[in-house]
């Protein structure tokens, strides 16, 4: 059980965080905006 507990510990740091690895020469903010943007755009009919 503490075994358990020490490795939620550690995993939260991590909390809220994401990582972004592309072979596309973007910078890490155009990285991101991109990732954030819709999948699809609305469909126009």
Partial sequence: ME???EK???E???DGKWVLQTNISFSP???ALKYK???QKANPW
């Fill in 37 to 39: 943007e819709p999948w």
């Fill in 12 to 14: 939260k740091r991590f």
């Fill in 3 to 5: 075994a358990l507990k």
């Fill in 29 to 31: 903010v155009q990285a």
């Fill in 8 to 10: 939620i510990a550690e």
